[in-house]
């Protein structure tokens, strides 16, 4: 029987049909969720505020909000004058030596964390492929190990780190190394699943060992995803390590908690200065060092 025009009209409009009920359906669920969370977080909560003339009125949560981060903000900011400027910014920073030795030792944290991270992430990541996995238990345990990795919060594992080994960088180390190993396994593994599988067939048929496919096989074509991964998670762990400090696991994050318990609003803008600058230079440098390792000319 010939598949006719009119057969083709009728199918497409019930696919069409079936678009437009999936469409809605899924923004029916999306907004139905929106507005569940958003009252559960009190998004919409009306709450008091005193006036200049002390007078109460009431006002959503948000607009009677956002003076008091402006004045948050305002406080954190330095008294910059033209005519003082170099003193000025010595005052601004006046625990620089201080703060550049909390600043390397930050650094340090976030690169050796990476570099755990990715040998961990990396090897993980081939038993948790489902191509490349040698077995269905290997793959289950090796992903639901990736997934408490990094579900647990880094600052988590930096407390019990802590009072397993006392409080210093070695907690930081472990804590965002252990978390990075979830992250990157998942991110790698992932780039594993996208692979073209006859290389890894011919290293196979030449008699190679399961490690051997995935070395000569699998690990060539997903080169520069990990390169990637591996940069951009080495930018992360930087942040993070300046936060996870906050819980003695070493960097600045021991200086935010003593600016912000003491509040010392202008050392917590001269810590969130130096580490955006920080950020921002690891990101330049993992730009170029990836498009001169892949070839892709110079970046934007």
Not at 3 to 11: E, G, I, Q, S
Not at 98 to 103: D, P
Not at 206 to 224: F, H, K, N, T
């Amino acid at each position: 029987m010939a598949y006719t025009l009119a057969d083709f009209d009728r199918d497409f409009a019930a696919h069409r049909r079936r678009q437009r009920l999936t469409f809605w359906t899924v923004a029916i669920v999306l907004a139905a969720l929106t507005w569940a969370t958003s009252e559960l977080s009190g998004l919409f909560r009306v709450t008091q505020l005193t006036l200049a003339d002390g007078s109460r009125a009431e006002a959503w949560v948000i607009a009677a909000g956002l003076p008091r981060l402006g004045e948050y903000l305002e406080k954190t900011l330095p008294v910059l004058r033209a005519d003082h400027l170099a003193q000025d910014f010595g005052a601004w920073f006046w625990r620089w030596k201080i703060w550049a030795s909390l600043l390397l030792e930050t650094v340090l944290i976030g690169f050796l964390a990476t570099v755990f991270g990715v040998v961990g992430g990396l090897l993980l990541s081939f038993p948790a492929s489902r191509n490349l996995s040698p077995a269905p238990w290997i793959l289950w345990v090796t992903r639901r190990a990736l997934e408490i990795s990094r579900t647990v919060p880094e600052l988590v594992f930096a407390l019990i780190f802590a009072f397993c080994f006392g409080v210093g960088p070695l907690a930081g180390v472990l804590a965002i190394a252990l978390h990075s190993t979830g992250a990157l396994g998942k991110l790698y593994s992932e780039a594993n699943e996208n692979i073209d599988m006859r290389p890894v067939e011919g290293v196979k048929a030449a008699g190679g060992s399961w490690a051997d496919q995935m070395r000569w096989g699998a690990l060539p074509q997903v080169i520069p995803n990990v390169l990637s991964y591996t940069l951009l998670r080495f930018e992360i762990n930087v942040r993070s390590s300046s936060i996870i400090g906050y819980v003695g696991a070493g960097g600045l994050g021991q200086e935010l908690r003593t600016a912000i318990s003491l509040q010392e609003y202008t050392d917590l803008s001269a810590l969130f200065m130096i580490i955006f600058v920080t950020v921002m230079a690891i990101d330049w440098l993992s730009e170029r060092l990836r498009h001169r390792i892949l070839g892709l000319g110079k970046p934007a």
